[in-house]
């Protein structure tokens, strides 16, 4: 079997659609949005490493990474489309990169300005993290812009890490308390041809887990991933965005080395995810307390915490996992998280964000704790912000949207797979042939997905949604194959009948309730289209949803038969069960469109009559 | 009208039936178990003073109401009964307090020998919470045995708390941080005739929430209800004991002195704890941050806060509330609580006790936050203990059974008014005539009473339970009236139909989900008799509940035909939802009974199909 590739999201023109727009979205809006706050907090200045002890805005040791996923972004709009102005302003920051970075290869804003006799003494303090998303960046804006300041600068930071970390070992720590730079250094070898970069990911990747080196704040390595050596890790445990992180580097490692221990390790932890510990958004990481993932089932929706960071992170390790195997349960994961716990992290204007991606509000909750301020429940955000302290979620949306044709096929040279469906043209180079790939669809408007192929004979292995059921060919592991000729069109109609669905039992959150989903796209209620006490509506089961436009958010409605209790004022709080209930009208709107119109209770689970 | 008297527990002997066995689970095992753990941990020998900086078992400052609360339920078992050993114990710790007491009346184990220079200088160091506590078992004490030794000692120290608190107001603050003292001197007031009692208590209730004085940890008033005026105060906040003990303070004091303002404020604030703020079992404070009341309709079953003290403490106001009017909301509450929250807080084998009482337990969710260390939840116990750091739960249940029959009746001197339905004899003086008032009953196994009164004639009026609705005659406020002649019987028979019960759309957590109850008693699923994930369960609405006897526990139980999903172990953690289900039968216990049987799934909401 030939070896899968990836097809760069640069060979793809995103058309038309629900992508296009979000696309124009971030280059018109969010791309500006997201440097203006980092400007206002300082993190753009911050690269001219001047800050004085006393000065306002005091760097933090991740503000390299925040600014650098920006850069990152960047890139990719500017490799679609030319835009001098960010150009210029990401130049600006890479000069002021080049300009502070040590004799020595080292760069971090923090460990320069804050505290320069510590680095590499603190586990805790992201340094390698910084590393590895300007890394990311360098790579990114190489090959969008040609220049090479950025990349070359990092990777004589690289070689000092190497330098440090795997030959003189005069390093306090041995991994890295936060990962990223496993797969960054992936990314740089695959940039630069240079192999030492990938034997230095394979060597954190490896040491990981194999002495305890805990962080300062937490008792164990279960928090970083440090609990076991990667290969003997098959429960997804801790900081959920640091495990996806580290299951993309370990990924990569198995995909360039094939190495079948950490394949399968890769395997178990991605099927631990989507069988345990996923919201059906496909977020994850449920609880706050270490914005971590905790055991299997624990799907709160009030207490979701599905950071944007790791529904994003998870949505990478499954899309690299199609390179390792085509199989349906990544790409029906990425199409998950993209549609639904991703999407609701960027509001529709496009310029606030959610850290946090709650799958039920119920604002008076949040207030409990009035008397009291000592050990104070956490309750997720229920409306986004522009900028956070912690702010590594808003320019992760800034680096994800302009690239999200990465997710859509990959190719053996054979076979070309089609994972995701967007109105699209897409170039691919095979040897000396070029095929052209048209996608035409309203996806996930509706479900007719025509795919025309063009420039030579191919085989085509298209993604069977696993939501959808009136599909009736074969498939292979959810792909349906076809030999297609130059010219040939393939036609599918997925069937977005609304559909209630289910949690197992365990997930103890969701029983004797049902999520609607629409294709792969999950719908909640809020109380501005229904009135306050959402889990008091039960929706009609046997009833006909109507699908239509959302007069004031203008995104698509569903709107079913339901029933309500009579609102009695006067009835005492516990009385005998009563089934007289009156008629009303459900109006349910797309998960990711939620809390746009200020704050007020949603619900992903309702109860069904 | 003429004034409403309690008839106190001491006329009434309690002949068969529950109360009895627990009366008698309490006397021979409860009361030693409580006295063993306190000696173990120090508390019995702290009142010789001794202890040294150094020593193990350095006292709490809330130690002495401990074991005053120990005393006081002493006292009530040995005027039903004498106990000799018991009131050698007692003697011995009472000794103690005399010998050690101040030469100025002040008594406080901690603030003699831990903090001797900080006497009144900090609100929350319940010093007059424990002087309160010494007050009560003090009358106690003197009422049962005859003896004045506890009650000279506790008249001194209330004479100088009068003299620094009052007079030369020389104190650090000038209401106490955790209410108490405010009903113990009334309780004085009653044994001594003393009116100086009476006035230090309503000058404390006066002075409250008159201007800040806020505690050391906390932000506001509204931890301990000094954020307004008592009058002034129509909602239930902060932690939920000191609110109760209050609020039967300020109940004491209108009924006492007739204060119509005063009055009004127990009204409101007793309906909006049971229209807002109370578990279906009686239990209130929903909040473990504070152990505390929150807002309006947060009654989360998983993490119910819900102190034993706090359900108990809501019954002695409820029961305070009958002397100022006949109304069987406040009876209702009295029997809501005793049959579910308050008996919950007792093992079966009456050695261990429950702090928290939940009504949902799901374990694994307990173990969420494994990874980490920091800001984890804070989940109720899932056992009881034996006794706690904080140990003011105990020793409130050793003091509360034995005296549990000053619950079942209030007279006017024309009028019996019967609240509480218990297999006993009680003799009752009315002027020269002395009424016998016998009731035949095995309520609440069923729900037949008989009432017969010999002595004399009287007009009797009896509670209608509110959950009752087979009773077809008149009544007022949930009373019927009769004029009944010496030797004359009423018979009701309560129909104890099982009966689902929902709560109001606003309680979100209850949504969609159904109680059980039959009579006053809430019945509880465990999955030690049903199995894992209780939430997957659907009792069937329509099938009949079958009544019976638990075959291990020794209590009742019922059995329901129910419906399960099949345990699919392939399933995918979210499908299309499916419809098919498995019969099933579902086993339900007595809420007071659970967690009997080791650690296991538990819960008080049930879905029905």
Request: neutral net charge; glycine residues 6%.
């Amino acid at each position: 079997m030939k070896k899968i590739k990836s097809v760069n999201y640069s060979d793809t023109v995103i058309t038309g659609g629900l992508w296009k727009e979000k696309q124009k979205m971030l280059r018109d809006t969010t791309v500006y949005a997201v440097y203006d706050r980092f400007k206002d907090t300082g993190r753009i200045d911050a690269f001219k490493c001047d800050w004085k002890e006393g000065q306002p805005n005091k760097p933090h040791y991740f503000w390299d990474s925040d600014v650098a996923k920006w850069i990152e972004g960047v890139a990719y709009l500017t490799k679609l489309k030319k835009e001098p102005k960010l150009e210029a302003m990401a130049d600006e920051i890479i000069d002021n990169i080049e300009k502070n970075q040590g004799e020595d290869g080292y760069f971090n804003i923090y460990f320069t300005v804050v505290a320069p006799d510590k680095r590499f003494s603190d586990r805790d303090c992201h340094e390698l993290y910084c590393a590895g998303h300007l890394m990311e960046a360098a790579a990114a804006y190489y090959e969008a812009t040609g220049k090479r300041k950025l990349l070359d600068a990092m990777c004589r930071y690289a070689d000092y890490i190497e330098k440090r970390f795997k030959i003189d070992k005069d390093t306090a720590f041995t991994t890295p308390g936060h990962e990223e730079i496993e797969l960054a250094l992936v990314r740089l070898y695959d940039c630069t041809g240079e192999k030492r970069y990938l034997e230095l990911s394979e060597f954190f990747i490896d040491q990981r887990g194999q002495k305890e080196e805990a962080l300062n704040n937490w008792s164990h390595g279960l928090y970083n991933q440090s609990h076991k050596p990667v290969r003997e890790q098959f429960e997804a445990e801790g900081h959920a965005v640091r495990a996806v992180y580290l299951y993309c580097g370990m990924a990569d490692i198995a995909y360039k080395t094939g190495d079948k221990a950490l394949k399968k390790a890769c395997e178990r932890l991605f099927d631990d995810i989507i069988s345990k510990k996923m919201y059906i958004t496909g977020g994850i990481g449920s609880s706050s307390c270490g914005e971590a993932f905790t055991v299997a089932y624990d799907l709160s929706n009030l207490l979701a915490y599905t950071e944007s960071c790791a529904a994003l992170g998870l949505a990478l390790f499954a899309n690299r996992m199609l390179r390792l195997d085509a199989d349906s349960r990544y790409s029906d994961t990425v199409e998950r998280i993209l549609y639904n716990g991703f999407l609701s992290s960027v509001s529709l204007d496009g310029k606030s964000f959610f850290y946090e991606n709650p799958l039920e509000i119920i604002p008076y909750l949040h207030t409990r704790d009035k008397s009291n301020q000592n050990r104070t429940m956490h309750w997720p955000q229920m409306q986004r912000s522009e900028v956070f302290s912690c702010s590594c979620c808003p320019p992760n949306i800034v680096r994800f949207i302009p690239s999200i044709a990465n997710m859509m096929y990959t190719d053996d040279g054979k076979t070309l797979y089609v994972h995701q469906f967007m109105q699209s043209r897409t170039t691919l180079s095979r040897g000396n042939k070029t095929l052209k790939i048209e996608q035409k669809t309203r996806y996930p408007e509706n479900g007719r997905v025509s795919i025309t192929v063009t420039g030579g004979d191919t085989r085509l292995a298209v993604r069977i949604p696993g939501w959808c059921e009136n599909y009736t060919g074969d498939t292979v592991k959810g792909y349906a194959y076809f030999d297609v000729k130059d010219g040939d069109t393939l036609t599918f109609d997925f069937s977005m009948k609304v559909k209630f669905i289910e949690a197992r039992p365990e997930a103890v959150f969701d029983c004797g309730r049902y999520a609607v989903m629409r294709g792969p796209v999950v719908y909640c209620m809020e109380s501005v289209d229904n009135g306050p006490c959402l889990r008091d509506i039960r929706i009609d089961g046997g009833a006909r949803f109507k699908y239509g436009k959302h007069a004031s958010l203008g995104v698509p409605q569903l709107t079913v038969r339901a029933y309500r209790r009579e609102n009695d004022e006067k009835a005492p709080l516990y009385s005998v069960k009563h089934d007289s209930l009156r008629e009303t009208e459900a109006v349910l709107i797309p998960y990711y469109a939620f809390a746009n119109r200020g704050e007020c209770e949603m619900q992903v689970w309702h109860f069904v009559k």
